[in-house]
């Protein structure tokens, strides 16, 4: 066995090297880069909640619970900690808990470790963090879809729940990721989760709405924090509210968040490279807002990409391979740092299986780009049109191939910041 993967390995780095790749060029794409600085976030977070009557609504003595995701939200920690100040300063006892429905292994030590690796912990928060997978059942929706809401939440005396509002990768509608989902999927934990999401996304849109219903009326929400960042991971805005403006304000948020989204200005890509993917990234490991490919039928995207390939995971995604389906070639090096038991639950629950799926994997990050373009169909191969980003966060600073060069000296949202190079990979052919 060990012989036959060393002989079928060195074929397959043959066919990779006959493949030639191009010269590629530094550019610099020209996103809206306005965003609140850290230090304002608190006194921001306090007025706020001031101005949206939560003080009112927290009586000396009470129990609030505050919701933390497992999404890699920007400056988590800063506003987390200033919603636990903010409820102290009410005379109130708050506790964090984690709301990421079936994410984290699906295990309540699963969850509360990635919060620690968003450094919201018991001693950065100065408050309890209380993790569990218990929870309670709050009724059912019309159509008898169960609701399910966090033991520890439900049991508290108020619930503050904060979350970013983004495009979905799966679904549309006038809530898609953000307060809604955080209170129906996120405070759901696995039970409440895998009841949204027994039918798939296709309606996720109006599910969402329903349970959402469910889950308002029947919890005290004190107060909800809608987040929004920019194209380069920055909170830009931050809004307050009570429990029923959520309804209004919420699909607000969302519009400007849509608006704010990092994209890549080009189209009919051959290949694109993305050098590292991970649940804190996307729910997707990869955004499919940014690259187009989506795991499901009925969504679809503007840009146009032949094949992805993908090289590493993220650090902070704990070996969580979801969205690694949505690439067509991988190296050795991710595959090797899959946490199926980290990665699996949460596909489930998703019942959106093609999203962990191993893809053709080299043992190089050259080998896996060449085979990547090679395997291309109906190119021009003498000027073969690569992107290389280094996530679908970050999406400023990217490499385009020579041939594009030309039409990237033309695009009024893009500076060209170098001359023509190779590839800078290292003696193994790896670029990190």
């Known amino acids: 066995m060990a012989l036959n993967s060393v002989k079928n390995d060195n074929v397959v780095m043959k066919l990779a090297s006959e493949c030639k790749l191009p010269k590629m060029v530094k550019i610099r794409q020209l996103l809206d880069a306005s965003h609140l600085e850290v230090e304002e976030i608190p006194k921001i977070i306090f007025s706020e909640l001031e101005s949206s009557g939560a003080r009112n609504r927290i009586k000396k003595g009470d129990r609030i619970a505050i919701t933390c995701g497992s999404r890699g939200v920007a400056n988590i920690s800063v506003i987390t900690k200033a919603i636990v100040d903010f409820v102290k300063s009410c005379g109130a006892n708050p506790f964090v808990f984690p709301a990421m429905g079936s994410h984290g292994g699906a295990t309540a030590e699963g969850q509360k470790l990635i919060l620690e690796g968003y450094d919201v912990t018991e001693e950065n928060m100065g408050c309890p963090i209380l993790s569990s997978m218990d ?71 109006r599910i969402l709405q329903e349970v959402g219903k469910v889950v308002l009326d029947n919890t005290n929400v004190v107060a909800a924090v809608g987040l929004v960042e920019n194209a380069f991971d920055q909170t830009c805005h931050i809004k307050a509210m009570k429990k029923d403006d959520i309804w209004t ?184």
């Not at 059942?137 to 966090?150: A, F, I, N, Q």
């Not at 033991?151 to 953000?178: L, M, Q, W, Y």
């Not at 991710?334 to 191993?358: E, G, H, Q, Y």
Request: contains cysteine; glycine residues 8%.
């Open 249 to 432: 304000e919420e699909p607000k948020l969302l519009v400007e968040a849509k608006n704010r989204m990092g994209k890549i200005f080009f189209d009919n890509i051959d290949v694109l490279v993305v050098d590292r993917i991970g649940k804190d990234i996307s729910g997707d490991g990869m955004d499919p807002n940014v690259t187009g490919r989506f795991a499901v039928p009925h969504v679809t995207g503007e840009l146009k990409v032949q094949h992805i390939a993908v090289l590493d995971l993220t650090e902070d995604t704990h070996g969580n391979c979801n969205g690694l389906g949505l690439a067509d070639v991988t190296t050795k090096r991710l595959v090797d740092k899959i946490d199926c038991d980290c990665t699996f639950p949460n596909v489930v629950t998703s019942t959106v299986l093609c999203t962990p799926k191993i893809p053709l994997f080299t043992h190089s990050d050259e080998a896996c780009i060449q085979i990547a373009l090679r395997t291309c169909n109906y190119i021009d191969r003498a000027n073969p049109r690569i992107v290389r980003i280094k996530d679908t966060m970050h999406l400023e600073d990217i490499w385009v191939s020579e041939a594009m060069l030309e039409e990237a000296e033309k695009n009024k949202n893009v500076e060209v910041l170098s001359e023509p190079f190779t590839w800078p990979f290292n003696e193994n052919g790896d670029l990190f």
């Open 135 to 205: 929870v309670v059942y709050l009724g059912s929706t019309e159509e008898g879809r169960p609701v399910y809401c966090d033991k520890n939440a439900f049991e508290a005396d108020g619930i503050i729940v904060c979350g970013r509002v983004k495009a979905h990768t799966a679904f549309r509608g006038p809530f898609e990721s953000g307060i809604m989902k955080m209170a129906v999927i996120g405070m759901g934990k696995q039970k409440g989760a895998e009841a949204c999401h027994v039918d798939g996304f296709l309606e996720m849109g």
